[in-house]
């Protein structure tokens, strides 16, 4: 997989640009649908073909949170869910 950097400007209407070199090389057409993956300060895009591989740092992203949760006994969260679960 080659690595390829670029930097781009964040339009008024919060839109980027993504290289005609990239688009042309990922054969990105207009109205293709990308996946946006938001992970600290790094956002990642993947074509939706892609996304089973995009979704594996979704999945990551989600175990982090729910240990962090279970590490804080003091909250019990599971018990507070599950009373106002009836």
Do not use: C
């Amino acid at each position: 997989m080659d690595t390829h950097i670029e930097t781009v400007t964040v339009s008024s209407k919060g839109q980027v640009i993504i290289p005609e070199e990239i688009r042309r090389e990922l054969k990105l057409k207009k109205g293709v649908k990308l996946v946006l993956i938001k992970k600290g300060n790094l956002i990642t895009l993947a074509k939706t073909d892609d996304a089973a591989d995009a979704m594996k740092d979704i999945y990551k992203f989600s175990e982090g949170a729910l240990a962090e949760i279970w590490a804080r006994p003091e909250e019990d969260i599971w018990h507070k869910y599950l009373e106002n679960a009836d």
